[in-house]
């Protein structure tokens, strides 16, 4: 059964840090492109961070560039998303996603698995 499961998401004041982490199970990324979604309320899901399983190379959308760090563990099956210098506009609930092949796309409808979200909110 394939599975995305995210975690670490929760409270966080302005500047502050968080972990997200996304543990897939039934298959390997290995073969595939996996990466990270973001939804607000009353806005559209926007594409985060992106790795690609074949070279490593990343993706990120200019809202996080120098905040936002994506990696692989690819022993565990894991992808984690480092989060420094959190703003209130990245409240949203971060959801994590895979695609077949090589190439990173912020277009959603590429994506063919997704976890259940995890909430972030930033505020004072």
């Known amino acids: 059964q394939v599975q995305l499961v995210e975690s670490g998401g929760g409270l966080v004041q302005p500047g502050g840090s968080l972990r997200l982490s996304c543990a897939a199970s039934?298959?390997?990324?290995?073969?595939?492109?996996i990466g990270w979604f973001r939804q607000a309320p009353g806005k559209e899901r926007e594409g985060v961070s992106f790795i690609s399983s074949k070279d490593g190379s990343t993706f990120y959308a200019d809202s996080v560039k120098g905040r936002f760090t994506i990696s692989r563990d690819s022993a565990k099956n894991t992808v984690y998303l480092q989060m420094n210098n959190l703003k209130p506009e990245d409240t949203a609930v971060y959801y994590c996603?895979?695609?077949?092949?090589?190439?990173?796309?912020?277009?959603?409808?590429?994506?063919?698995?997704w976890g259940q979200g995890t909430q972030v909110t930033v505020s004072s």
């Open positions: 996603a895979t695609k077949p092949g090589f190439m990173t796309t912020t277009n959603a409808s590429e994506y063919v698995h």
């Open positions: 039934g298959f390997s990324l290995a073969y595939y492109t």
